[in-house]
């Protein structure tokens, strides 16, 4: 049996439990996967929490708010999404030292290059430049990004996510909502990376007249899986990405990562969709639940 965990705080209905233990058991792989919730524990030692779980078999565990800057840092070896992102969200207890990943990096590269193939990112319009946004922003790097336009309530937020990805070699640059309602038309991306949307904070990211079917538009937000930002989206006739897809491919990028040493990629690969169909189903209408 393979032991995987999650620490982090407030998670009590995360998903993640159930993505493992499904995905291992459609693989012939049993997984037991137990939350170290840190929440009402005022002296919580993430660093100890971290051993504890090496110390009792654990194969690795992912990390969730408020610890993903911290897992960076205790890592002795990072993985290229760590070192751009400079968090990370999945710990593996290696013999050579602890790893670490962060497959909400790779994870929008993976569900990205699922739906939209080869198609070069363009020009995006990036709204929330928080942990989530500063992961996928960098993963835009990757799939040929022409420009970031950061939409960020926080200024100084916003400004350092800009000066970061400059010097990485992203192109990008803070914008006001008068900015972006007046250029929408000429991008070609929208990614929300804000709460709004969400179950518990209702309601669009951005106006969305100028939404037509030259643009592709992901929403991180996945409770509920159909956000009124996607189905503004779809209504235009534009290609969209549901917070969903991140949800299960940074789940099964995690999987792979705990799992490299005993199963072939290719073995995963055809339980991805599978997933995807079963968590869209769960969260077309479901109650609030925490972060993954």
């Not at 950061?150 to 400004?159: G, H, K, M, P, V």
């Not at 640059?173 to 900015?179: D, G, H, M, S």
Request: glycine fraction near 10%.
């Amino acid at each position: 049996m393979i032991k995987l965990g999650l620490v982090g705080e407030g998670i009590a209905k995360s998903q993640s439990p159930d993505l493992h233990e499904r995905l291992g058991a459609s693989l012939g792989e049993p997984v037991r996967y137990d939350l170290v919730d840190s929440l009402g524990v005022s002296d919580f030692d993430f660093p100890n929490a971290i051993k504890k779980l090496r110390s009792e078999g654990y194969r690795g565990t992912n990390v969730t708010f408020p610890f993903k800057e911290k897992a960076a840092q205790l890592a002795d070896i990072r993985g290229e999404g760590v070192l751009r992102v400079g968090t990370a969200n999945t710990l593996l207890f290696d013999e050579n030292g602890l790893r670490a990943e962060n497959t909400d990096y790779t994870g929008f590269i993976s569900a990205y290059r699922h739906s939209f193939g080869s198609q070069p990112a363009g020009e995006v319009l990036l709204i929330g430049a928080g942990g989530v946004g500063r992961a996928v922003a960098c993963a835009l790097g990757e799939l040929n990004v022409s420009c970031l336009h950061i939409l960020e309530r926080d200024a100084t937020r916003a400004e350092n996510l800009s000066r970061d990805l400059n010097a990485m070699g992203i192109s990008a640059a803070c914008v006001t909502p008068e900015q972006a309602q007046r250029e929408l038309p000429k991008w070609q991306g929208v990614v929300n990376c804000s709460p709004i949307g969400h179950i518990n904070h209702p309601g669009c990211p951005i106006d969305t007249t100028g939404l037509s079917d030259q643009h592709w538009v992901f929403d991180a937000v996945y409770i509920p899986a159909h956000t009124e930002l996607l189905n503004a989206a779809q209504r235009a006739g534009a290609k969209t990405l549901s917070g969903v897809d991140l949800f299960v491919f940074q789940g099964v990028d995690a999987f792979r990562f705990f799992t490299a040493d005993r199963i072939a990629p290719a073995q995963i690969d055809p339980h991805v969709i599978p997933l995807r169909t079963h968590y869209i189903e769960q969260l077309v209408a479901p109650s609030a639940h925490s972060e993954p």
